[in-house]
């Protein structure tokens, strides 16, 4: 019974350094932290906030994919090309959507970042 329970424990810790380095390898080694408390803090917090990612981003996924405009559009197109093989218009709206997506996420980021910016002053 205790080595099952070591074996359980060690594959956690596994799983949550992996979790750890893959947030580093997501930030380009950017966040590499210089002191021991940093180490700690970073290998407690960065699995976290590297699920709580996942699991927004999966929400705004679901939710896009729900959204009546966007799931009119999306029959819409596929009732359009449906049949063709490959689709550049699938193509071309599938690219279309996620700039869209990204430019709205950076524009948004760039607006709370300019109010951060006008809250610190």
Same mark, same amino acid.
């Given at each position: 019974?205790?080595?099952?329970?070591?074996?359980?424990?060690?594959?956690?810790?596994?799983?949550?350094?992996?979790?750890?380095?893959?947030?580093?390898?997501?930030?380009?080694?950017? !966040?590499?932290?210089?002191?021991?408390?940093?180490?700690?803090? +970073?290998? +407690?917090?960065?699995? #976290?906030?590297?699920?709580?990612?996942?699991?927004?981003?999966?929400? #705004? !996924?679901?939710?896009?994919?729900?959204?009546?405009?966007?799931?009119?559009?999306?029959?819409?197109? *596929?009732?359009?090309?449906?049949?063709?093989?490959? !689709?550049?218009?699938?193509? +071309?709206?599938?690219?279309?959507? #996620?700039?869209?997506?990204? !430019?709205?996420?950076?524009? *948004?980021?760039?607006? #709370?970042?300019?109010?951060?910016?006008?809250?610190?002053?």
């Amino acid at each position: 019974m205790t080595m099952r329970i070591a074996k359980a424990i060690f594959r956690f810790v596994c799983i949550w350094v992996g979790l750890a380095l893959l947030v580093l390898l997501y930030t380009g080694f950017t !966040s590499i932290p210089r002191t021991i408390v940093g180490w700690a803090l +970073f290998l +407690f917090f960065a699995p #976290v906030a590297y699920i709580a990612m996942e699991g927004a981003f999966w929400l #705004v !996924s679901a939710g896009l994919r729900n959204f009546p405009p966007a799931r009119r559009f999306a029959e819409w197109v *596929g009732q359009r090309t449906a049949g063709e093989e490959l !689709s550049l218009e699938r193509i +071309f709206w599938g690219v279309f959507g #996620v700039v869209l997506f990204f !430019s709205v996420f950076v524009a *948004g980021l760039w607006s #709370v970042g300019r109010l951060i910016d006008w809250i610190k002053t």
